[in-house]
């Protein structure tokens, strides 16, 4: 592998490295901090910059390999449109092992180069459902945080505020008095299974 596709491949899995990490369950804290460090990098000139400039060197890599990738091999023993039978007869098995090598090569390149251009398109996208996982995430802790003030507020009206916790008192004795009466129903439902069962069975030892 050459050096310029041995640095491809390292940046390859560099980015499968970071997709594995961002599309990990994290806290919110951390999946913010990513983010946070994600616009920074991205809304620099410079990073930019350095993007288009990897668009276009590992489009251009993967187009050349790609046109490399599909010329047609002529095996011996399999003549091509116009090729003389006495060139085919004196064609060297060496040569045609090192044209397929070549072409894997080529093959493997356009993998290497073509991956790298699909996670920088997957990775920018993640990123943007990171962004709207976040927005809904402080959303729904701004609502817990404003009803729990509103629950814990004490507004200075003694007679608001007596009647707050006179209704707080109801409601968890509503609460009380429904678990006492989801009990008292499964208890009768239960005593009137076991008095038809009793029922039954006298009934069949009467027959």
């Not at 959303?139 to 006179?166: C, F, P, V, W, Y």
């Amino acid at each position: 592998m050459s050096l310029y596709f041995t640095l491809l491949f390292a940046f390859l899995i560099f980015e499968m490295a970071v997709l594995c990490f961002i599309v990990l369950p994290l806290p919110h804290k951390i999946r913010k901090l990513i983010y946070g460090v994600w616009e920074k990098m991205s809304s620099k000139q410079e990073y930019r910059t350095v993007i288009y400039i990897l668009w276009v060197i590992v489009g251009l890599l993967f187009i050349d390999s790609w046109k490399r990738a599909n010329i047609p091999i002529h095996t011996p023993g399999h003549p091509s449109s116009g090729e003389p039978l006495d060139t085919l007869k004196s064609s060297d098995p060496v040569t045609s092992i090192q044209v397929f090598a070549t072409r894997a090569y080529n093959q493997r390149n356009v993998y290497i180069s073509g991956f790298i251009l699909y996670f920088m398109v997957v990775i920018p996208s993640i990123m943007t459902l990171i962004k709207r996982l976040i927005k809904y995430q402080e959303l729904i802790n701004k609502k817990k945080t404003e009803d729990n003030e509103a629950d814990t507020m004490i507004t200075g009206d003694k007679d608001l505020d007596q009647l707050r916790s006179q209704l707080k008192q109801r409601e968890a004795s509503l609460i009380g008095l429904k678990k006492q009466v989801s009990n008292f129903e499964n208890h009768w439902d239960e005593s009137v299974k076991v008095e038809i069962t009793k029922e039954d069975t006298e009934v069949k030892k009467n027959n």
